[in-house]
Nanobody, 131 residues
Framework: QVQLVESGGGSVQAGGSLQLSCAAS????????MGWFRQAPGKEREGVAA???????SYADSVKGRFTISKDNAKNTLYLQMNSLKPEDTATYYC?????????????????????????WGQGTLVTVSS
């Protein structure tokens, strides 16, 4: 059974940085696509960043140049480095993983709670950015 556990959320002022981590277990980590999506009250869910099994990455336009997704296969851990944070980045961030062979770009639009493209998602971690 795939398990994902996020950490690293918190409160930060606009312009600040945070790094989210996602510890993964229960599957062949390197063969999955993984990524982050976010959900804020009253807003559309949004795939933020994804990395596929080949290591290719894809980002939402809203975070390009500010966020970086990476993974450490030895540690089975996915990261999201978030710089130059804005109040509109405030949301609950979820780590997600899937084994359907999607590319990072394809996965970006398929990551949300209950998506049939995902094998698992974490419990979410709250990021609050104040102005």
């Amino acid at each position: 059974q795939v398990q994902l556990v996020e950490s690293g959320g918190g409160s930060v002022q606009a312009g600040g940085s945070l790094q989210l981590s996602c510890a993964a277990s229960g599957y062949t980590y390197s063969s999955y696509f993984m990524g982050w999506f976010r959900q804020a009250p009253g807003k559309e869910r949004e795939g933020v960043a994804a990395v596929d099994s080949d290591g290719s990455t894809s980002y939402a336009d809203s975070v390009k140049g500010r966020f970086t997704i990476s993974k450490d296969n030895a540690k089975n851990t996915l990261y999201l480095q978030m710089n130059s944070l804005k109040p509109e980045d405030t949301a609950t961030y979820y780590c997600a993983a899937g084994s359907t062979g999607l590319t990072a770009l394809q996965a970006l639009g398929r990551m949300y709670l209950g998506s049939n493209a995902l094998d698992a998602w974490g419990q979410g971690t709250l990021v609050t950015v104040s102005s």
